[in-house]
């Protein structure tokens, strides 16, 4: 073996052996709250947030605006305290729609609330902002992220756009506390972001049984991230689709494995799409009672799916456009139908 080859080999065994043990703290942190789900730490931020987080993109899918709310309120009472949204989730009614549930009874300040900025550009980027403030009818957001980085040149385009600029802009105002960035295509792209001269506070990613043998962020981006201090948001846990998730519905994977699976991993949280009062109630059961699967229950359930996953077939959001929102495709070009 040269010493290049050596260098690199120890390098990276060593920053391995690191993530492991990051991701092993970050396990360990998980902790009990009176409402019963436990909570573990947003990265370097400091705040502990729910293992559970309420997806916006699936509350806004409820027919009912009066379920919509009595679900948002009793996943709070519960203790999914953590809730996800976007500027463009069904064209801003998610975003409304969470806005009254949060206004009533002072219960915007018994949630972390995250947003996504759909824009890549400085002006576009104030304009979601804004428009997401007056939607959710709050005068801050907890978390913003760069939404969807699906494209190689996405993140090149928020510096070269100067949508960083608004976000740091917003920070100092007090309009936004932490700042990071989504994307379910690429790990490459994922990295990308990670390397760019900017102390991002979170990056949302899917996370899944499937995702360990294909185009992985689990093993590619997660380790980043436990280096940099970034919190890791999951996303995908049951495979993407609507209702039940592509994993479940067609591969033999229970929904419980698949969360129990996902939970295991060093991630802060993990956004659940929750449609009705009996989705959330499987949900809370999983979380009051998590325990990580052992070593040994793990390897036996990457070894049954392995087949099915190494050639994507289960994560068609990485490989097709099936995924990508149309506002995005838009931005690039891409056709929308």
């Avoid at 201090?229 to 994993?247: D, Q």
Wanted: proline share 4%; hydrophobic share 35%; charged share 25%.
């Amino acid at each position: 073996m040269s010493e290049t080859t050596r260098r690199e080999f120890v390098g990276n065994t060593l920053g391995a052996a690191a993530a492991a043990s990051l991701g092993r703290w970050v396990l360990a942190q998980t902790r009990p709250s009176p409402a019963g789900i436990p909570t573990r730490p947003l990265g370097k931020t400091g705040e502990k947030v729910s293992i559970l987080c309420l997806g916006g993109w699936h509350i806004g899918a409820v027919k009912d605006p009066q379920e919509t709310i009595r679900i948002m309120h009793a996943a709070m009472d519960q203790g999914i305290t953590f809730f996800d949204n976007a500027w463009d989730y069904h064209d801003g009614w998610s975003e409304e729609i969470m806005g009254r549930a949060l206004a009533m009874d002072t219960r915007r300040q018994k949630v972390f609330l995250m947003t996504k900025n759909c824009e890549r550009d400085y002006q576009g980027s104030m304009r979601n902002l804004e428009e997401s403030l007056r939607r959710l009818q709050t005068d801050y957001l907890d978390l913003w992220q760069f939404h969807e980085m699906v494209y190689d040149n996405d993140p090149d385009w928020v510096f070269e756009k100067r949508g960083i600029k608004a976000a740091i802009e917003a920070q100092k105002a007090g309009k936004v506390r932490y700042i990071g960035f989504t994307g379910h295509k690429d790990p490459r792209i994922h990295l990308k972001m990670l390397g760019k001269p900017f102390a991002w506070d979170a990056a949302q990613m899917p996370i899944n049984v499937m995702d360990f043998h294909y185009r992985s962020f689990q093993n590619e981006v997660v380790p980043v991230c436990l280096e940099k201090g970034v919190g890791v948001l999951g996303m995908k846990s049951l495979g993407g689709g609507y209702p039940k998730g592509r994993i479940p519905d067609t591969t033999g994977v229970s929904a419980q494995e698949c969360l129990r699976y996902a939970l295991g991993l060093p991630v802060s949280s993990l956004v659940v799409g929750i449609t009705s009062m009996k989705d959330l109630e499987q949900d809370l059961e999983i979380a009051r009672n998590f325990e990580s699967m052992e070593a040994t229950e793990q390897k036996r359930l990457l070894a049954r799916v392995k087949n099915m996953a190494t050639d994507g077939r289960h994560e068609l959001f990485k490989s097709s456009k099936n995924f990508d929102g149309p506002h995005h495709r838009r931005q690039h070009g891409f056709a929308t139908d």
